[in-house]
Each structure stands twice: as structure tokens, then as C-alpha cells.
């Protein structure tokens, strides 16, 4: 490996120690479903968001909901302490497209219909609001 991508790979890792995150890969919702349900909770304080998650009629919410719980546990374990409430909050979450899956559904008249069954990433950054207003 070269230098100066030595220097920015250490750059890189000693970035991602100050970020607490937590990904969801594949997930077998199209990406406008999970879209919504990201939605509702960016930028919220994750108490009240684990709330809304939890009483959302969305199917996809219950995956959020899990993921969310994952970034704290995350932020908890490179802290070394728990989480207090109040003390932190949803600052990035954002849903990509993953594979398509592509398949065929018989039509009338010997045609056939393109049926497309999409999946997604979903990726939740957390941080404490100490740091927000800084």
C-alpha cells in the first residue's frame, strides 16, 4: 500500500471511531416504503422516536425500530457507558436501492408482465446532542 493511501485509510478509521451508526443491508421492502417510514423519525430524539416506530401500522417500521435499537447499542459500546434519556438523537438516516429481483407473471393472450421485487439499505448515524450544538 502506498503512502498517501496509508494516510487516508487511518484518516478514514479514525473517523468512523467518532460516528455511531448501524446498516441494514437487502432488506425486502421496496425503497419508497422504507423511505417513509425514515421519514418520520429523521432528526428526532431516539426515545421519541422508538416510540413512533413502535406504533406505526408500517411493516417496515419494526425493521427501523430494530436497526435504531442496534445504533444505540453501538454508540453504547464505543462509550462505555448507557445511553441517558434525552441524550441522543437521529442525526442522518437515508434508504438506497439494493438488488432487484426480476421475474415474470403470466399476461393474457400468451404476453408476459415484468415484475420487479426491489430491496433496500437503510443506514442510521446517531449522535448525543452535546455534539449538535457545538
Given at each position: 500500500m502506498g503512502?498517501?493511501?496509508?494516510?487516508s485509510a487511518e484518516e478514514r478509521k479514525q473517523a468512523l471511531k467518532s460516528t455511531y451508526f448501524a446498516a441494514l443491508r437487502n432488506v425486502p421492502t421496496s425503497p419508497r416504503k422504507m423511505r417513509l417510514v425514515a421519514d418520520l423519525?429523521?432528526?428526532?430524539?431516539?426515545?421519541?422516536?422508538l416510540g413512533v416506530l413502535k406504533f406505526s401500522n408500517k411493516e417496515a417500521a419494526a425493521r427501523v425500530e430494530?436497526?435504531?435499537?442496534s445504533a444505540i447499542a453501538n454508540w453504547e459500546e464505543k462509550n462505555g457507558?448507557?445511553?441517558e434519556d434525552g441524550e441522543l438523537y437521529i442525526s442522518r438516516i437515508f434508504v438506497d436501492?439494493?438488488?432487484t429481483l426480476k421475474r415474470m407473471r403470466p399476461a393474457p393472450q400468451g404476453r408476459g408482465y415484468r415484475i420487479r421485487k426491489r430491496s433496500n439499505h437503510v443506514t442510521i448515524f446517531v449522535d448525543s446532542i452535546t455534539n449538535k450544538e457545538n
Open positions: 503512502a498517501r493511501k496509508k494516510i423519525v429523521r432528526g428526532m430524539e431516539v426515545g421519541r422516536a430494530k436497526l435504531l435499537r457507558r448507557k445511553a436501492g439494493a438488488a
